[in-house]
C-alpha cells in the first residue's frame, strides 16, 4: 500500500482531531462535575423565590419552600422560619437542649405562593438532635 503525503496529512489530521477532541471533552465532563449546581426558582409577586427544597443545599434553598401543613393543606414555609436563634453561651445552649423533650413539637406558619398564611406547619423533635420536616416535592 502506497501512502501519498495526502494521505499521511489526513490520517494525522484525523488523529489530532480525535485526540485533542477527547482532551476537552473531558475537560468538560470534569467541569461539569466539579460545578455546584444552584437552581433557579420562580419568584411570586413580593420577589420571594418558592419551590421544592428537594435535593437542594440548605443555603440555595428558596425563600418559600412546599410544604403540607397540619391539616393537610399545600402551601409553603419559610426558609427562615425553620431556624431558630443560637444560643449566646453554652450555658444557654445546654439550657435549650434541655428544654426541648424528645418529640416536641414546634408550629410556624403555612403561607400560600405570595407569603399570605394559610395555616401551620409542626416541625417535630425526634431524637437527640434530629428534626422530622415533611415536605413535599414538584
Known sequence: MKFTKKTVLLG???????????????????????????PT????????????AENVESNAAPDLIQAIGVDGTHGYIRAED??????????EALSKQQSISLNSVRTIPLYDINGK????????????????????SE
Open 117 to 136: 398564611q394559610i395555616g401551620t406547619f409542626n416541625i417535630q423533635q425526634v431524637g437527640d438532635s434530629e428534626v422530622e420536616i415533611e415536605t413535599i
Open 12 to 38: 494525522v489530521t484525523f488523529v489530532l482531531g480525535v485526540t485533542l477532541g477527547g482532551l476537552q471533552f473531558g475537560s468538560a465532563i470534569a467541569s461539569t462535575l466539579t460545578q455546584e449546581h444552584t
Open 82 to 91: 425553620l431556624e431558630t436563634e443560637p444560643p449566646k453561651s453554652p450555658k
Open 41 to 52: 426558582f420562580p419568584v411570586n409577586e413580593k420577589g420571594e423565590t418558592y419551590g421544592s
